[in-house]
């Protein structure tokens, strides 16, 4: 017999982890190698900023399996190791620790990391980024001696932390650029009603606001902001996006704007080399824009996808975007992708937290956010999904039953 081929994996989170997962389901029985640059074994990292901050979850649930599933399923995980660069040619990982690595398939699935805001003070203590385990615990550490914190950013990791830092009755403060948070991804409306949800919670909002400096003498203790307003505290945390982690790439022509560029198989150009996650930009299966998306579940549906086309199931990438979102006891669940619409239709009431809204681009349903009301969510998912046309008029027509609507047109098409 020949030698066993390797897959190689670079990242292990979403993507990485249910990469090897589902290599070893569809009976792949080569090697798997997955290089991360964190100490601990792969875990649930949306969890971060929800259950594990409120400490409903300890550090040992967070997991994604048990140590054990690894070494039984014959998965090899290099810790504590960063990639610095590809050689191409002999088909090797260079790594920091000097070593190099051999692979037959190479998977790039190595996330994205926080970006640092460009203010003063972001280097004294009590500052914190908020990507990791690790920052998460050490936020919960000096949570023991303070209960004041400034959130800067007002997306959905910023309000997130926001939401279980409430309930842990933490005095927050959050600084967001915008007038209403996640306009951009819900529209107006939703977004507001998600401010107001953070404000009836007690959570001190700035919005339209910038964070200018960070002050303090080897620790932070006030926060000034760009109108003037100064405001104490001994804890501040930044979330303010991410930037994918694609510098290892440099010179290998497979990157651009930010990320992996990746045909329908989630191939880059280069033979043997794939990419997931958040570094990846997938030609979108319905509208077939390029897009990156940053959420887990998609991470995780293009890391099994990767798998099954390395062991010979080649087909197209067809997955429909879905993430959710937990705020001040309100689950939004979202399906699809709309980078640009013409119009929002709304079912139920969102005010009441019990609704759908339909995003339309060219009169032709692209996504769908809801709270509550699981079942018509579902099924508008489906529709999405089997590109299904529901006009705008019978989105918000209540008589109109989005699973019957959606049977009704399955059974059409047979």
């Known amino acids: 017999t020949g030698k066993r081929e390797t897959v190689v994996i670079i990242g292990a989170g979403g993507a990485g982890t249910a990469c090897a997962q589902a290599l070893r389901d569809e009976g792949y029985d080569g090697k798997i190698r997955i290089i991360t640059a964190e100490s601990s074994y792969p875990y649930d990292r949306p969890n971060l900023s929800k259950e594990f901050l409120t400490g409903e979850v300890k550090r040992e649930w967070m997991f994604l399996h048990p140590e054990n599933y690894y070494s039984d399923n014959e ?8 990639v610095m660069e590809i050689d191409l040619k002999d088909k090797k990982v260079i790594l920091a620790s000097g070593g190099k690595m051999e692979y037959d398939k190479l998977v790039l699935a190595t996330g994205a990391i926080p970006r640092t805001p460009d203010i003063s003070g972001v280097y004294t203590q009590g500052f914190y980024l908020f990507r990791s385990m690790s920052d998460a615990s050490a936020i919960l550490s000096a949570l023991e001696k303070s209960k004041r914190v400034v959130i800067i950013g007002d997306g959905f990791l910023g309000l997130e932390i ?40 007690g959570t001190i909002y700035h919005s339209g606001r910038t964070v200018q400096e960070i002050r303090g003498v080897g620790k932070v ?76 579940v998609e991470a995780q549906n293009q890391g099994i996808h990767v798998a099954r086309v390395i062991v010979g199931k080649k087909q197209k990438y067809s997955e429909v975007p879905f993430f959710w979102t937990h705020q001040c006891d309100k689950s939004i669940k979202y399906f699809g992708y709309a980078s640009r619409i013409d119009s929002i239709k709304y079912r139920g009431s969102v005010e009441d937290g019990e609704f759908i809204a339909g995003y339309f681009r060219r009169g032709r349903l692209r996504a769908v956010a809801g709270c509550g009301m699981a079942e018509e969510l579902l099924y508008l998912g489906e529709l999405i999904k089997n590109r299904i046309k529901i006009k705008e008029h019978v989105f918000e027509d209540t008589h109109i039953s989005f699973r019957e609507f959606y049977e009704d047109m399955v059974e059409r098409r047979k």
């Open 162 to 201: 926001a939401s279980s830092l409430r309930e842990k009755d933490v005095d927050v403060e959050l600084v967001g650029r915008s007038e209403v948070p996640l306009r951009r991804v819900f529209g107006e409306r939703i977004g507001g009603w998600i401010k107001y949800l953070h404000e009836e919670s």
């Open 221 to 296: 203790k006030e926060v000034l902001l760009d109108d003037g307003t100064l405001i104490s505290t001994s804890i501040v945390i930044a979330a303010v996006g991410v930037i994918p982690a694609v510098d290892y790439l440099e010179g290998t022509g497979i990157t651009k704007n930010n990320g992996v560029i990746v045909n329908q198989f989630l191939e880059t150009p280069i033979d043997d080399i794939y990419a997931a996650g958040d570094i990846a930009i997938v030609p979108d299966p319905i509208t077939r824009e390029k897009r990156r998306i940053e959420h887990w």
């Open 75 to 82: 998965i090899e995980i290099v810790f504590n190791e960063k």
